[in-house]
């Protein structure tokens, strides 16, 4: 009995079998790879090293569709597939620009039929013959063009070449088509993560400078809430609670502090008189003269209309004496211009000094000063204005006034 076609049957069952190990294995180790984060460009890299390592295989490319063209996107082979293996980056694009339009050659045929295309023999295949890749196709050899297909649209085509005519068999198609179905898969859901990470970026970003627009729209009104607008000086909102906190150390630790109360004399005359326009120039040069005057530390606000306040730091009655008739002499000497001649204005001072005093209520002790600057400013407007006094002085000379009447 001839053994001879039992052993060739054996060999060509283990062979097929050994094959459709191969196959499993390259699905599974395929299945792997999605869920991974990469570039689309590694992760079809990626997918044809599975297919050199698992099939006999000499190359094999995949084609994007982009636009009504097939690019081959990467391409890969046996000495590449080598090289990775000794540690070699070669994750590359394809090996020249070539490019289909959809419907051209057998991988146009592929893209726009959604069906494989076989050539089982390079060298005598009409079809490939018409659409070569001038020079850069192979001889002879056989080509599977599969494409790439969601339920939507076609992605692109997967080429798989062996240098043997007639080598794919009818399993190496059901491979190739099932490759194809589960590169899809991983594909399509790559996009979908990769433009979903690319909007949550962008929604990111959006809310970023959102939050950054808000945080300078929080600081300009933050900042036009305690700075007067026309003057550019710190307003009452500012001035009270930062007045009291110098208040309070000053007292705690026996600082001298005082307080200067300044209001423009006849500045509603210089209104009326020359315009309003004129009057904001008036407030906001005075303003800048005034800001010239004090030290750091020092605190100067706008209170409203034209009157102004310093609070200073580490300042005895006499210090803000001599500060006060610079302040009145720098303001003599502006001028400004009017519709019809030169306009000039002066202030008037009141000032009121901490001397002694402590108090636990700091605010009521800051309410009391103001009180009194204001007092010693009264009696600069109603002696004459263009003047500075302090409210001892003024408290002894009322005293005075009252002894002799009585």
């Known amino acids: 009995m001839d053994n001879a076609p039992f052993a060739e049957a054996n060999r060509v069952i283990r062979r097929h079998f050994f094959s459709l190990i191969d196959a499993l294995s390259a699905l599974k180790s395929l299945v792997t790879l999605e869920g991974r984060q990469q570039d689309e460009h590694s992760l079809m890299a990626g997918v044809l090293d599975v297919l050199l390592q698992h099939q006999d295989l000499e190359r094999c490319s995949i084609f994007s569709l982009r636009n009504g063209l097939l690019e081959c996107s990467v391409g890969r082979d046996w000495q590449d597939l080598t090289s990775s293996a000794l540690g070699e980056d070669t994750v590359r694009a394809g090996r020249s620009t070539l490019t289909f339009r959809v419907g051209e050659g057998l991988i146009g045929q592929a893209a726009e039929t959604g069906e494989m295309q076989h050539c089982r023999n390079c060298s005598t295949d009409d079809r490939f013959k018409k659409k070569g890749s001038g020079g850069n196709t192979p001889a002879s050899g056989s080509l599977i063009c599969a494409p790439i297909c969601t339920t939507e649209e076609v992605l692109g085509v997967v080429n798989v070449y062996h240098p043997e005519p007639d080598f794919f068999e009818i399993w190496h198609e059901h491979l190739i088509n ?123 606000a706008r209170f409203g209309g034209e009157e102004f306040v310093f609070a200073l730091h580490n300042t005895p009655l006499n210090g803000a004496h001599l500060l006060a008739e610079r302040v ?41 000063l103001l009180r009194q600057a204001d007092v010693a400013l ?16 003024v408290e002894s000379q009322s005293d005075q006034v009252s002894l002799t009447e009585g």
């Open 178 to 300: 099932l490759f194809c179905d589960i590169l899809a898969r991983i594909l399509e859901n790559n996009r979908l993560m990769r433009n979903m990470e690319d909007a949550v970026r962008e929604r990111t970003g959006q809310l970023e400078n959102a939050l950054q627009e808000a945080e300078n729209l929080k600081s300009r009104y933050e900042q036009l809430s305690l700075v007067d607008e026309l003057t550019n000086l710190h307003n009452r909102r500012f001035f009270f609670p930062e007045a009291e906190a110098v208040l309070a150390r000053a007292a705690r630790y026996g600082h001298p502090f005082s307080m200067l109360i300044i209001d423009i004399d006849h500045f509603k005359e210089v209104n009326d008189t020359f315009g309003h326009s004129v009057g904001d120039s008036v407030l906001r040069d005075i303003a800048a003269e005034l800001k010239k005057a004090i030290r750091e530390g020092d605190i100067i």
């Open 328 to 368: 009145l002499e720098s303001i003599r000497r502006l001028r400004w211009s009017g519709p019809a001649a030169a306009v000039r204005t002066t202030i008037s001072i009141g000032i009121s000094s901490l001397g002694e005093r402590r108090s636990a209520d700091n605010k009521s002790l800051l309410d009391e």
């Open 378 to 393: 009264y009696f600069c407007k109603s002696h004459g204005r263009d003047q500075c006094a302090n409210y001892i002085d």
